[in-house]
């Protein structure tokens, strides 16, 4: 199990930006791709952006390609979300997720990639 704890969710208006990160206590942290879900209101929890453990592959969402862009710092255990020209459907509570990759440089898909979660943190955007 990884702890994971998120920071930077909080109000904008619609075609803001909100930058998240999440501190990973990984060792070693390059064992593990990472990535980010999220869960809006009445819905179930959704797959948005992964990234493999060397940073060199990335997956996205259809729904954030363009406007999401996600990226790691191998020496401070730390992943981060940057979220642009953000819209009212993008409102959810974000969780970080750390997956066990060994030493696969595999970039996860699916919410089942993931072995260990965040509490979670709340965007929400105004229209």
């Known amino acids: 199990q990884v702890h994971l704890v998120e920071s930077g969710g909080g109000l904008v208006q619609a075609g803001g930006s909100l930058r998240l990160s999440c501190a990973a206590s990984a060792r070693p942290f390059t064992r593990y791709a990472m990535g980010w879900c999220r869960q809006a209101p009445g819905k179930e929890r959704e797959f948005v952006v992964a ?37 009212p459907e993008d409102t959810a509570v974000y969780y970080c997720a750390a997956g066990d ?25 105004s229209s």
């Open 51 to 87: 990234i493999s453990w060397s940073g060199s592959n990335t997956n996205y969402a259809d729904s954030v390609k363009g406007r999401f862009t996600i990226s790691r710092d191998n020496a401070k255990n730390t992943v981060h979300l940057q979220m642009n020209s953000l819209k």
């Open 101 to 125: 990759s060994g030493t696969n440089d595999y970039t996860p898909r699916h919410l089942g990639d993931f072995d260990s979660w965040g509490q979670g943190t709340q965007v929400t955007v």
